[in-house]
């Protein structure tokens, strides 16, 4: 899928860029060009942003957690 259309930019390389520390709008506008022209895709840029840190940020499925109460 496009995020940047003026720029030919897919979610791909967006997610790639955010894999290598791209953290913000303007870090993605820097290596990408997202958000460089019309500006419509800010929006999008911003969502993939908060959508991969989530992903980086929750547990590998075959991680889990033990309360105290349980281990105990
Ligand atoms: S869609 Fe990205 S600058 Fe226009």
Redesign the pocket.
Same mark, same amino acid.
């Given at each position: 899928m496009?995020?940047?259309?003026?720029?030919a930019?897919t979610e791909r390389e967006v997610n790639d860029a955010i894999d290598t520390g791209a953290t913000t709008v303007k870090a993605l506008n820097r290596q990408l $060009?997202?958000?460089?022209? /019309? $500006?419509?895709?800010?929006g /999008?840029?911003k969502e993939c942003l908060s959508k991969r840190q989530m992903q980086s940020t929750a547990l590998p499925s075959n991680v889990f957690s033990i309360s105290k109460q349980e281990a105990a």
């Amino acid at each position: 899928m496009y995020v940047c259309i003026c720029n030919a930019v897919t979610e791909r390389e967006v997610n790639d860029a955010i894999d290598t520390g791209a953290t913000t709008v303007k870090a993605l506008n820097r290596q990408l $060009g997202v958000g460089a022209q /019309c $500006g419509a895709c800010v929006g /999008c840029a911003k969502e993939c942003l908060s959508k991969r840190q989530m992903q980086s940020t929750a547990l590998p499925s075959n991680v889990f957690s033990i309360s105290k109460q349980e281990a105990a």
